[in-house]
């Protein structure tokens, strides 16, 4: 009651110290020595973390929106093209085609007309072919003697003389540009603006939904079925309680892989657990579950792998709820459920938090599980990324569909923030 | 022992076990009764079985054999939240995710009280113990002192006929201490309320209660008053365990009544007054109080018998001096005297003489 009195803390003006300099400046000047200690001992980690994380990042975010290809393989063309207004429904002139000659020239020297096509490629169809079958021809071509060039290249392929082609070239010959992201959503970038793609080739949004939803399904899986052994581990006598976190922490001596494929093992139609439920009756032999390569194996394969992850945070906030806050609930005439409901519950939401963030944002980056016991259904974002990583090799959507998926996260846990509030996490 | 079996029990403990592994007995056959009303302390060293007999009084722990009754009703198989009784933990356990006034009013939530009532009873629990302003605070901006009278509060606001103290004021410090048991006794008297008391702290134990229960090894051996527990212990465990005290073995050599001769293993005899011996050549331990012995020569009985003693170390206490002596081989012989303008103050080395009234001198067993 007495301690409710706040010291006094108004002070007029800056405090000084002894020989009469800002007490500010006098305690920064004493701690420095201690600061540079300090900082010296954590740079190999600092620059560690800058070179190895920060600076990959930062390349893909910009990788996301780079756009120099087009300039830089035809620089002149790109000039005329400002020229031509693709709105008109008119070819471009005679000089746009000699720039393009002459700079298609320099090009094919340095081999890099095909890299230009396998990018224009992503965006419209038959480019890669156009510019590597043309490039033969154009190659014999001298761009300061043999023009006028218009009709000769209308003749090495007919697309040339096709407005969509350069209107095409000219939408991508941006340095900056937006089209990977309008990619990412199924829109593209058009002529006329963004559009949305047609049907058939829209995949991207049902993905990122997929990959959201499944991971909140993963997520509320795990919170169920951690809670029970998070308590027990929380509640039990040292002995029992040191077994069962060694069965918790088992997993994480096995190769991910290894565990997964087990899943492959037991979840196929003529694996463990089909055979089971068929023995016991339950399942005819005739209609055996499907439970692999759809979104049924992905979260069972996932919750099981993520598990650990929302046990650990709950068990360390578990542990530190004092068994006497039941007692006394029960005392003043909680029954078992309230005392629980309202006294422990809240208690161990925090781990809850910790836990779910955990396990969703590990889940929604998740690529070797979907991958292996996902099918087609199954898939997540994640593995469209490794696709176009590997084996299109269309990086530019790859590092917009990681960016789009890094905002996700980030508005989440924003969103958690405010919702939950971030100081509620704990780890321990 | 604690044969003390009443008319109006309230609370009674009826010849009530408890082991913990099936080898051990923790609570060795225990017998109590209190009446409506009554602040009894169960006081006693860790390990002596006091805490689970509230445990088991609370409903927290089960009785292996024996009966517990409340208000003459068994309440053996009642379940901790049916019986009505208010707590308060050694560490408070205020939940703290809520605010004071939530944890006052979770009591009187569970039992369906309507808001406004709620709020009427939070109100009044919290100025009876001084803290009407802190109801919107949550119990980590509040002070141990403060979190202790939240608790008791808590305990007492739904209004529970009994109330059990787990050692509450274990954590506070001494002059916090002082003042919040006078505080309990207080609201206890006040509010009619029958308290049991848990404590290791002897001082708390004698200024609060109406009764104390002495454990020791699972059994009660005294309970009595705070005055006669201290003045007339009944055998060497409370008469060392209660307050200073002096030990003297010997041997009884004559016994008559209420008085009897002990020889001490040194050859000196004393008079006593006989508690736990009953024939002579018995061995037993002699128990007097420091503040009992008497060394001013004026004041000491001609008839008595007087024994000689060395000052060994004189401690000044400010409002008592305190002297060790080395009395017939004990070293640790403690005798103290207020500090009056006409107290002795002897110097170590000096030889005395002292003495005390044989009633003050008890023979207890060895």
């Known amino acids: 009651m007495s301690d409710a009195t706040q010291p006094d803390t108004a002070i007029a003006g800056p405090v000084l110290a002894a020989d009469g300099t800002p007490l500010k400046r006098s305690l920064a000047r004493s701690l420095r020595v201690q600061k540079m200690r300090a900082m010296a001992l954590i740079a190999p980690l600092l620059i560690f973390v800058l070179v190895s994380f920060i600076i990959p990042i930062g390349s893909m975010l910009f990788r996301s929106v780079e756009n120099g290809m087009v300039e830089q393989t035809l620089p002149l063309t790109v000039v005329e093209l400002q020229n031509w207004d693709a709105s008109t429904g008119d070819l471009p002139d005679e000089q746009l085609y000699a720039a393009f000659v002459a700079d298609m020239v320099v090009a094919i020297d340095a081999k890099r007309h095909t890299r230009l096509g396998t990018r224009l490629n992503y965006e419209q169809t038959g480019m890669s072919s156009l510019f590597r079958k043309s490039g033969r021809k154009i190659k014999k071509l001298d761009p300061a003697t043999d023009g006028p060039f218009k009709e000769q290249l209308i003749d090495i392929d007919k697309k040339w003389g096709e407005h969509e082609t350069w209107a095409v070239i000219k939408t991508h010959s941006v340095a900056i540009t937006n089209g990977y992201f309008l990619n990412a959503i199924d829109m593209q970038r058009t002529p006329d603006g963004a559009q949305a793609q047609p049907e058939d080739k829209r995949i991207l949004i049902t993905l990122f939904k997929r990959t959201l939803i499944m991971s909140m399904i993963i997520t509320c899986s795990c919170i169920a079925l951690a809670y029970p052994v998070a308590w027990l581990l929380a509640n039990l006598p040292a002995r029992s309680a040191n077994m069962l976190m060694i069965l918790v922490l088992l997993p994480f001596w096995t190769s991910l892989l290894v565990r997964t494929s087990a899943w492959k093992v037991m979840l196929q139609q003529q694996g463990v657990i089909n055979d089971v439920l068929v023995w016991l009756g339950m399942v005819s032999d005739a209609s055996r579950l499907v439970l692999i390569n759809n979104q049924t194996g992905t979260i069972i394969a996932m919750t099981h792998i993520l598990l650990p992850f929302m046990i650990l945070p709950m068990y360390s906030v578990m542990r530190t709820i004092q068994p006497t806050y039941l007692r006394a609930a029960k005392s003043m005439g909680a029954t078992n459920w309230t005392a629980f409901w309202r006294v422990y519950f809240p208690l161990s939401v925090p781990g809850i938090g910790a836990g779910s963030i955990l396990v969703f944002i590990l889940s929604i980056g998740y690529y070797i599980t979907p991958e292996i016991v996902g099918g087609t259904k199954g898939v997540f974002i994640s593995n469209r990324i490794a696709y176009h990583i590997s084996s299109s090799l269309n990086w530019g959507l790859a590092a917009a569909l990681g960016t789009i998926l890094l905002a996700v996260v980030l508005i989440l846990y924003w969103a958690y923030d405010k919702i939950v509030g971030i100081d509620n996490v704990k780890l321990g | ?352 003489e002292i003495g005390w009234l044989p009633q003050d001198c008890r023979a207890l067993d060895a």
């Open chain 2, 1 to 352: 022992m604690a044969d003390t079996a009443i008319d109006n029990a309230f609370v009674e403990f009826a010849r009530v076990q408890k082991s913990y592994d099936g080898e051990n007995l923790v609570v060795k056959d225990l017998n109590l009764s209190m009446p409506q009303g009554e602040f009894l302390t169960m006081l006693g060293p860790s390990g002596s079985g006091k805490t689970t007999c509230l445990m088991m009084l609370a409903g927290f722990e089960t009785a292996t054999h024996g009966e517990i009754l409340l208000g003459g009703t068994s309440i053996n198989n009642i379940p901790p939240h049916k019986r009505g009784i208010g707590m308060v933990f050694q560490n408070y356990a205020l939940f703290p995710h809520m605010t004071v006034a939530e944890n006052l009013s979770f009591p009187l939530e569970v039992r369906k009280l309507g808001k406004s009532e709620r709020e009427a009873k939070v109100k009044r629990a919290l100025d009876m113990v001084q803290m009407g302003e802190f109801g919107g605070r949550r119990p980590a901006q509040l002070s141990g002192g403060q979190q202790q009278r939240i608790a008791l509060a808590r305990a007492l606001v739904f209004e529970p006929e009994l109330v059990l103290m787990d050692e509450p004021l274990g954590a506070l410090d001494k002059q916090l201490r002082e003042h919040m048991q006078f505080e309990i006794t207080r609201l206890a008297h006040e509010l009619g309320i029958t308290t049991v008391y848990v404590t290791h702290d002897q001082t708390e134990a004698l200024t609060m209660s109406d009764r104390v229960a002495v454990f020791d090894d699972g059994r009660i051996q005294q309970l009595a008053p705070p005055d006669q527990l201290y003045e007339e212990p009944e055998n060497s465990f409370v008469a060392q365990f209660i307050g200073e005290n002096n030990t003297l073995e010997g041997v009884v050599t004559s016994i008559s009544g209420d008085a009897c001769v002990v020889t001490l293993d040194d050859g000196v005899e004393i008079d006593a007054m006989p508690v736990n011996v009953t024939k002579v050549g018995e061995r037993t331990k002699v128990s007097i109080r420091p503040e009992r012995v008497e060394f001013n020569k004026d004041r000491l009985n001609p008839e008595a018998h007087t024994l000689k003693a060395k000052v060994l170390e004189f401690i000044y206490m400010g409002d008592i001096f305190r002297f060790r002596l080395s009395v017939a081989g004990n070293d640790d012989f403690i005798v103290k005297t207020r500090n009056a303008p006409d107290a002795i103050k002897l110097q170590a080395g000096q030889e005395i």
